[in-house]
């Protein structure tokens, strides 16, 4: 990274710790309320390409250790050299070499079937998949979610979507307990599917 690069990057978190720590928070309530969509402190500098809560999301989850892999969108925009410069994160070419994937709204989503899984003896070392879509709706008609973290059953509503995202879902659930996990994100909001939640069509959809 040559030094135009770094006058061009924005600031992080106004405070790491506490950035951090919030973004982190939200992050785990979310996978804990499979559907439930959650506002995403926004306590940060942003690049000009991504969904705020999105990038904010993965500022505070990636370190140094992790390899992230962006789509098309992204990869041509700031949001490389800052995660880099802020997380000191890996960015990766190949999805299947990725702990996170970050998905732009209307750009192609590579399929789950590509992503890290992880194994029967380590689960944990799969990837999580940042989506962003054009909305997320909790009194709509849509998807029923059921699972761990949802009393009974979740309605959820998603725009932005490709339309075999629920059949893919499918197959990435009945891995368990292997599987990716997926965060949804609005611009300001975030939704968590852990690879244990099931997706059922409306039955009136």
Same mark, same amino acid.
Request: proline share 9%; with cysteine.
């Given at each position: 990274? %040559? /030094?135009?690069?770094?006058?061009?990057?924005?600031?992080? !978190?106004?405070?790491?710790? !506490?950035?951090?720590?919030?973004?982190?928070?939200?992050?785990?309530? &979310?996978? /804990?309320?499979?559907?439930?969509?959650?506002?995403?402190?926004?306590?940060?500098?942003?690049?000009?390409?991504?969904? +705020?809560?999105?990038?904010? #999301?993965? #500022?505070?989850?990636? @370190?140094?250790?992790?390899?992230? *892999?962006? /789509?098309?969108?992204?990869? =041509?925009?700031?949001?490389? &050299?800052?995660?880099?410069?802020?997380?000191? +994160?890996?960015?990766?070419? @190949?999805? $299947?070499?990725?702990?996170?994937? *970050?998905?732009?709204? $209307?750009?192609?989503?590579?399929? #789950? =079937?590509?992503?890290?899984?992880? /194994?029967?003896?380590?689960? @944990?070392?799969?990837?999580? +998949?940042?989506?962003?879509? %054009? =909305? #997320?709706?909790?009194?709509?008609?849509?998807?029923?979610?059921? $699972?761990?973290?949802?009393?009974?059953?979740?309605?959820?509503?998603?725009?932005?979507?490709?339309?075999? !995202?629920?059949?893919? *879902?499918?197959? %990435?659930?009945?891995?368990?307990?292997? $599987?990716?996990?997926?965060?949804?994100?609005?611009?300001?909001?975030?939704?968590?599917?852990?690879?244990?939640?099931?997706?059922?069509? @409306?039955?009136? =959809?």
């Amino acid at each position: 990274m %040559n /030094s135009p690069d770094l006058q061009n990057i924005v600031a992080g !978190f106004d405070h790491e710790a !506490f950035g951090s720590q919030a973004v982190f928070r939200v992050a785990l309530d &979310a996978l /804990s309320h499979p559907g439930r969509p959650l506002d995403m402190p926004l306590d940060t500098a942003l690049p000009r390409q991504g969904h +705020c809560a999105a990038a904010a #999301l993965l #500022l505070g989850l990636l @370190d140094a250790d992790t390899t992230l *892999w962006l /789509s098309p969108a992204l990869a =041509s925009s700031d949001a490389p &050299a800052w995660l880099r410069f802020h997380t000191g +994160c890996l960015i990766v070419t @190949d999805v $299947g070499a990725a702990q996170f994937v *970050w998905v732009a709204q $209307g750009d192609d989503l590579p399929s #789950l =079937s590509r992503m890290q899984k992880g /194994s029967d003896a380590y689960p @944990d070392q799969s990837a999580t +998949c940042v989506i962003e879509v %054009n =909305s #997320l709706q909790t009194d709509a008609v849509g998807w029923r979610l059921q $699972g761990p973290g949802i009393p009974a059953e979740r309605n959820l509503r998603v725009r932005g979507l490709p339309p075999d !995202f629920a059949s893919q *879902w499918a197959d %990435n659930h009945a891995e368990f307990p292997r $599987g990716v996990d997926v965060f949804l994100t609005t611009p300001t909001q975030i939704a968590g599917l852990p690879r244990t939640t099931r997706i059922l069509p @409306d039955p009136e =959809s």
